[in-house]
């Protein structure tokens, strides 16, 4: 009974060791799609909290350029 129990739990781990890279490439695109996610918040945040302080025009022409590179890199 234990052998036949180990023995499964080989085969798992076989079958899952063989499809490793493409368990890496899913958690790869994964990450991407979530920081796409949270970058509208972050730049929420620092509209909120750096240009409406400052009312620095140049400060909000610079977060949104880097928003919009930060889109194209992931895109």
Sequence with gaps: MFNKLKLQKNEIIEVISGYKSVFITIGFFSAIINV???IPALYMLQVYDRVLASQNQTTLLMLTLM???AYFVNH
């Design 36 to 38: 796409m996610l949270l």
């Design 67 to 69: 928003i919009v590179v």
